[in-house]
């Protein structure tokens, strides 16, 4: 991991300094100039809309003159452009709040890239405030040759950062850019059914003029896929009914029904208490029925609650930096549960079991949006693949192929 700075310079550290050897140093890669050239086409070009001037603004060159009174002595260890190297692997798995591979202003944890070599303090470094390299017009080339990616959501795999409008950037992928892979729903400690958002690839960031992206075959810019939905918690069984019954009786009257029940209906048996009567002038035993049994049929209703639902399952990771090569899937939701109530009389009807819990949805690919459910969130959408943030860019140029970039483009 990291990244190495080389100059097109520095020229003429000693020795004679010829307009011959100049118009080589600095029309290498704009043929036209003949064997001749001027010397109002050597002043040092401040403007940071033009495009790869011929001699460019940069910390080196501070000393040759943009005006009339330019001299060859001023040349002495001028440059024409920057071409900074990125290989071996950048993430921000011990950066928060940083980008994978940050282009911007070096710090003092190596993040960032020293176009003039000062350090962190230095022009060019996040103490050094805004009179480096990084906002002049000279030519800056950065080479992806290895990969970046991102292992934080919000954060892109590389960017143009902290953000900072730049000129004259030229970005060379060969390798590999991959954004953050979002979360399944209802992964643990989140109650969200929605699936993570997946990341940014590249992110210019503020860019400002001339900047340009380059692309060549075998690269990868992809973006992070969208974590899946979680899946909808199955229904809870239908309600059943416990039915008890009861039965009171009375020697003479009715008593009423126990606490929480309704009668459903009253009956009548046979005698519970009688008399004794004189039944002839010699004949004392004869008994007759003073009282007869009575009583209520009593009736109670109580709801049995269904079985729970199974809980729906957790949606897939989407497939990022952070996810190469683990499942993508959904998990399977549990299964539904079986009534717990209990029922001293008789169940009519019997409480019905939950449904299964839904599967969860699966993770997106690389710049694909995760799958929804039939849950209340939805699944995260897939990442950008090259993003702007509100500046602008050239490009993609090259020789890529329709597999190099995946995700959206603004």
């Given at each position: 991991?990291?990244?190495?700075?080389?100059?097109?310079?520095?020229?003429?550290?000693?020795?004679?300094?010829?307009?011959?050897?100049?118009?080589?140093?600095?029309?290498?890669?704009?043929?036209?100039?003949?064997?001749?050239?001027?010397?109002?086409?050597?002043?040092?070009?401040?403007?940071?809309?033009?495009?790869?001037?011929?001699?460019?603004?940069?910390?080196?060159?501070?000393?040759?003159?943009?005006?009339?009174?330019?001299?060859?002595?001023?040349?002495?260890?001028?440059?024409?452009?920057?071409?900074?190297?990125?290989?071996?692997?950048?993430?921000?798995?011990?950066?928060?709040?940083?980008?994978?591979?940050?282009?911007?202003?070096?710090?003092?944890?190596?993040?960032?890239?020293?176009?003039?070599?000062?350090?962190?303090?230095?022009?060019?470094?996040?103490?050094?405030?805004?009179?480096?390299?990084?906002?002049?017009?000279?030519?800056?080339?950065?080479?992806?040759?290895?990969?970046?990616?991102?292992?934080?959501?919000?954060?892109?795999?590389?960017?143009?950062?902290?953000?900072?409008?730049?000129?004259?950037?030229?970005?060379?992928?060969?390798?590999?850019?991959?954004?953050?892979?979002?979360?399944?729903?209802?992964?643990?400690?989140?109650?969200?059914?929605?699936?993570?958002?997946?990341?940014?690839?590249?992110?210019?960031?503020?860019?400002?003029?001339?900047?340009?992206?380059?692309?060549?075959?075998?690269?990868?810019?992809?973006?992070?896929?969208?974590?899946?939905?979680?899946?909808?918690?199955?229904?809870?069984?239908?309600?059943?009914?416990?039915?008890?019954?009861?039965?009171?009786?009375?020697?003479?009257?009715?008593?009423?029904?126990?606490?929480?029940?309704?009668?459903?209906?009253?009956?009548?048996?046979?005698?519970?208490?009688?008399?004794?009567?004189?039944?002839?002038?010699?004949?004392?035993?004869?008994?007759?029925?003073?009282?007869?049994?009575?009583?209520?049929?009593?009736?109670?209703?109580?709801?049995?609650?269904?079985?729970?639902?199974?809980?729906?399952?957790?949606?897939?990771?989407?497939?990022?930096?952070?996810?190469?090569?683990?499942?993508?899937?959904?998990?399977?939701?549990?299964?539904?549960?079986?009534?717990?109530?209990?029922?001293?009389?008789?169940?009519?009807?019997?409480?019905?079991?939950?449904?299964?819990?839904?599967?969860?949805?699966?993770?997106?690919?690389?710049?694909?949006?995760?799958?929804?459910?039939?849950?209340?969130?939805?699944?995260?959408?897939r990442g950008r693949a090259i993003a702007t943030d509100g500046g602008k860019y050239d490009g993609p140029y090259g020789t890529y192929g329709t597999d190099t970039i995946k995700g959206t483009i603004y």
């Amino acid at each position: 991991m990291g990244v190495s700075v080389v100059k097109a310079g520095p020229y003429f550290s000693s020795g004679p300094i010829s307009f011959s050897q100049l118009r080589t140093n600095f029309t290498d890669d704009q043929p036209g100039f003949g064997l001749q050239i001027s010397a109002s086409q050597l002043r040092r070009n401040t403007d940071v809309t033009r495009k790869n001037p011929i001699v460019p603004d940069s910390t080196e060159n501070e000393q040759i003159s943009t005006g009339s009174n330019l001299r060859l002595s001023q040349f002495r260890n001028s440059i024409k452009r920057y071409v900074a190297t990125q290989s071996g692997t950048d993430d921000n798995a011990s950066f928060p709040g940083e980008p994978g591979f940050r282009m911007g202003r070096f710090d003092a944890a190596g993040k960032g890239i020293d176009w003039s070599g000062g350090g962190v303090n230095g022009r060019d470094g996040q103490n050094g405030g805004t009179t480096g390299n990084h906002f002049r017009n000279v030519q800056k080339i950065i080479k992806i040759t290895g990969t970046c990616g991102s292992v934080r959501p919000g954060l892109a795999g590389a960017q143009m950062a902290p953000i900072a409008t730049v000129h004259n950037v030229k970005i060379e992928v060969y390798g590999s850019i991959l954004g953050y892979g979002g979360k399944g729903g209802g992964q643990a400690g989140s109650s969200d059914p929605s699936g993570e958002d997946g990341g940014t690839a590249l992110n210019f960031g503020n860019v400002g003029n001339n900047n340009t992206l380059f692309v060549f075959s075998g690269a990868r810019i992809w973006a992070g896929g969208g974590g899946g939905e979680r899946g909808k918690t199955g229904a809870n069984g239908a309600n059943g009914t416990c039915v008890e019954s009861s039965r009171t009786q009375g020697c003479g009257g009715k008593p009423g029904c126990p606490s929480g029940f309704t009668e459903i209906g009253q009956w009548s048996g046979g005698c519970c208490q009688s008399y004794s009567y004189c039944c002839g002038l010699f004949n004392c035993g004869c008994t007759a029925c003073s009282q007869y049994l009575q009583g209520r049929n009593c009736e109670r209703k109580t709801t049995m609650l269904g079985g729970l639902g199974g809980i729906g399952g957790k949606g897939g990771n989407g497939r990022g930096y952070n996810n190469q090569s683990g499942s993508t899937s959904g998990e399977s939701g549990l299964p539904g549960q079986n009534s717990t109530s209990t029922c001293g009389g008789t169940q009519s009807p019997s409480p019905g079991a939950g449904q299964n819990g839904e599967r969860g949805g699966d993770g997106g690919n690389y710049g694909e949006s995760g799958q929804g459910t039939f849950n209340t969130g939805n699944g995260g959408q897939r990442g950008r693949a090259i993003a702007t943030d509100g500046g602008k860019y050239d490009g993609p140029y090259g020789t890529y192929g329709t597999d190099t970039i995946k995700g959206t483009i603004y």
